[in-house]
């Protein structure tokens, strides 16, 4: 992102970098719309060899709440951070790897080797 950011100031028609939208078209400088950031991520994503719609946006934030969490983050954090007004949505975004947090979660009590 940090790379990003850095590339994205320099874009000869981004003069405004800091204020304008976070991803922009290559010609005009224009702010991406939905459909331009699905139509972008499945262009990178062939180009790395992966299927059409091996990634898409969303994916993004389930991953992100996920590490989020599986880091000790707090549950009330993620809300905050990620701009959800009730927690449907964190259910929504971490039950997808809520298995694999439970695990680690085991794994770090050292429950399992007490007995």
Request: net charge positive.
């Amino acid at each position: 992102m940090r790379r990003w950011l850095t590339a994205r100031a320099k874009h000869p028609q981004m003069p405004y970098a800091a204020r304008g939208p976070l991803w922009v078209t290559e010609r005009s400088g224009a702010a991406l719309t939905g459909n331009g950031i699905y139509q972008m991520l499945h262009r990178r994503t062939v180009q790395a060899g992966y299927p059409r719609d091996a990634v898409r946006p969303h994916l993004f934030r389930h991953t992100c709440a996920h590490e989020f969490l599986v880091a000790g983050g707090s549950e009330s954090d993620l809300l905050a951070l990620a701009g959800w007004k009730d927690r449907s949505m964190l259910q929504r975004y971490g039950a997808s790897m809520a298995e694999e947090r439970a695990l680690l979660a085991i794994q770090r009590s050292g429950f399992g080797d007490r007995y």
